[in-house]
């Protein structure tokens, strides 16, 4: 699973790096949240972040079962 936000100066990289590892056979899938800045899940303050984790988790729970 690959996370980015919209307004980081690094989202071409980063759809550059899920498509590279789609390619090499790896199941990815992307989510983009909407603004914010690279690194948005170390500012505590940060709206999106709780989303961000819940959706973390919930991706670490699938892998489990």
Not at 32 to 48: K, T
């Amino acid at each position: 699973r690959v996370l980015f936000r919209s307004n980081d100066p690094l989202l071409a990289s980063q759809n550059i790096y899920a498509e590279r590892l789609r390619k090499e056979g790896h199941a990815v899938t992307t989510h983009v949240y909407a603004a914010g800045i690279h690194g948005f899940f170390n500012f505590p303050e940060s709206l999106p972040k709780a989303a961000c984790r819940d959706d973390i988790l919930a991706f670490l729970a699938n892998l489990k079962s």
